[in-house]
């Protein structure tokens, strides 16, 4: 384990407590691999401090900090240990919990606190003083170890709210102790921003001390609370990636580091590394297996997506129009949507991010423009469907679409079969499913038949066997995602259905879409063309 040197400065601090905060959101479950990889991009990120669990508490945070001391190579963070102060009645020298903080070999130690007075008297079943003297014990213990110590003041606004004098005697205990930074915590998420601008601003005035803040989402103004404290004058934030956490989760790192950078002019990252900010948060969701929110700020895919017709033609003029920043600043790109809202601009302006000059050719525009408003009449979305909107703009500027295939007929068959494995089907049996596929290809006429675990599976395979042969450059294509909605204002068994197919190949991925009154048709359309495109993907052109 290295000790970040290249932090801008340690004015102020951006600490990141996703691998221990940000895991107790419900659904994630972290390997010590796994906190390893987070920690490495975190690092990369430029944090200036990484919290990576609390060592003697559990076997894998254990685990987790021997591993970091020969593996983990930091360039610009510090790894930080949390624990509890001390137990009542008892001594920090004698402390086996302090002494597990010391072992980790982590150079920055967090301690929380109790600071609200109930949680002291009910939780803790200790006086308050002797509270004061654990606070105290604990930090002078860790500090004379060598040791830089954070501490936490668990519930502090809502017990600054209940007894604002023990509140701040908490806060003062610590600082005077040699507590480096006494950081506040919103823990149960309940407060405004006005609220924290206040407390913090009159604990500073009255203790002298560090200060940091803490928040919790859970009114929806984490982001906003922990700007809120820093106006105040804290200079230590605590955020988790993505904003993961307990219950709704913490202050997001990115929009947080984002407002610093961009709307504060702070310097808090190496200089370059805002750049890498959407790939951090993308890599970090992967390594979670948590989708990526599609609109979060800053990173999110749609953070810098436009739909309406009247921002693609500000956009044409100047992008900043339409966007608070460059989205490249934080390695983002804008976005062009295509949809019934869209306009001229709009189609243009889509048409260059897939490289196609449209500006000089207004038929053309005004004939892709109607077709989307048509199209997406039916049932169509393009938004979300990139390589679907390429090929109506192909067929459009070619007069018709060029086909590498034409389809005679499909057909698909599900079998329900009694008996076999039980629970593989409705009443013990098994469910067979067989596509065969019509086509003619190079002037050949092909049939293939395909089975599978449902119908559009087998008309996949059925679609592959018929075109492998004569296009092997399909064998690296495969389905990654297949999504199917039924279409609101259509109702029962006879709605219409439209079906979203995410594929990839050996140049990338790429999303097809397809529209029909039943599920499998509209799947048959949606691959149709995801084949196509892959095609052309791989540097073929349809003859026919």
């Known amino acids: 384990m290295t000790d970040g040197t290249s932090h801008p400065d340690d004015s102020f601090h951006v600490f990141d407590t996703t691998l221990r905060d940000g895991a107790q959101r419900e659904g994630i479950n972290l390997t010590v691999a796994d906190k390893l990889t987070i920690a490495r991009h975190l690092d990369e990120f430029g944090v200036g401090f990484i919290e990576g669990g609390w060592p003697g508490a559990n076997p894998r945070d254990t685990e987790f900090f021997a591993r970091a001391a020969a593996e983990l190579k930091l360039s610009n963070a510090q790894l930080v240990a949390f624990g509890a102060t001390r137990r009542a009645g008892g001594s920090a020298a004698a ?44 930090v002078s213990h860790l500090r ?39 950081v506040l915590c919103d823990t149960n998420g309940g407060m405004l921003p006005s609220g924290v601008h206040e407390i913090v601003a009159d604990v500073i005035a009255a203790t002298g001390a560090r200060i940091g803040i803490h928040a919790q989402d859970d009114t929806g103004c984490a982001v906003a609370n922990t700007l809120a404290a820093v106006d105040a004058g804290a ?35 190496p200089a370059g590394r805002l750049a890498e900010m959407t790939r951090i948060s993308h890599a970090i969701a992967e390594v979670v297996n948590l989708t990526p929110s599609t609109h979060q700020p800053y990173v999110g895919v749609s953070a810098f997506a436009h739909k309406a017709g009247l921002h693609a033609s500000a956009i044409k003029v100047d992008p900043d129009l339409y966007q608070h920043i460059d989205p490249e600043r934080v390695g983002n790109t804008m976005r062009m949507l295509v949809s019934d ?5 709009s189609i243009e302006l889509k048409g260059k991010e897939l490289g196609y000059d449209l500006s000089a050719d207004r038929d053309l525009v ?104 004569i296009y092997p450059q399909l064998a690296k294509l495969e389905l990654v995602d297949y999504k199917v909605r039924i279409l609101e ?56």
């Not at 809202?341 to 601009?345: D, L, N, S, Y």
């Not at 005679?408 to 409705?426: D, K, M, N, V």
């Not at 009154?517 to 026919?544: C, F, M």
């Open 235 to 269: 200079t230590h934030v605590q955020c988790t990636a993505n904003g993961y956490g307990e219950r709704v989760g913490n202050a997001n790192l990115f929009p947080v580091v984002g407002a610093l950078e961009l709307k504060y002019d702070r310097r808090v990252l």
């Open 95 to 138: 402390d086996p919990q302090l002494a597990a903080l010391v072992a980790s070999g982590a150079p920055v130690i967090t301690l929380v606190a109790k600071s609200h007075d109930r949680h002291v008297e009910l939780a803790l079943r200790t006086t308050l003083e002797e509270n004061l003297e654990m606070v105290r014990d604990s």
């Open 341 to 345: 809202m869209a306009g001229r601009a």
């Open 366 to 469: 005004g004939r892709v423009v109607a077709r989307v408003k048509e199209q997406e009449n039916l049932g169509y979305t393009y938004e979300a469907a990139d390589a679907s909107f390429e090929l109506l703009l192909r067929d459009e500027a070619q007069g018709r679409r060029k086909r590498f295939f034409t389809l005679e007929s499909w057909r698909t068959i599900s079998e329900q079969q009694a008996g076999g494995q039980p629970g593989l089907a409705a009443g013990g049996g098994t469910a067979a499913n067989e596509a065969t596929v019509k086509l003619w290809a190079k002037g050949e006429r092909i049939i293939a038949t395909g089975e599978g675990n449902g119908p559009v599976d087998a008309l996949d395979r059925a679609l592959r066997t018929a075109l492998e042969k």
């Open 144 to 182: 004379a170890q060598g040791r830089r110590v954070f501490v936490d003041c668990e519930h502090f606004f809502d017990g600054y709210r209940a007894n604002r004098e023990y509140a701040l005697a908490v806060v003062g205990a610590a600082h005077r102790a040699g507590a480096d930074v006494v």
């Open 489 to 544: 204002g259509q109702h029962g068994t006879g709605s219409k259905t439209r079906v979203l197919i995410e594929s990839a190949g050996g140049n990338g991925s790429w999303s097809t879409v397809g529209v029909a009154d039943n599920v499998v048709a509209a799947s048959w359309l949606a691959l149709e063309d995801a084949y196509t495109y892959g095609l052309i993907k791989s540097g073929l052109e349809p003859q026919e």
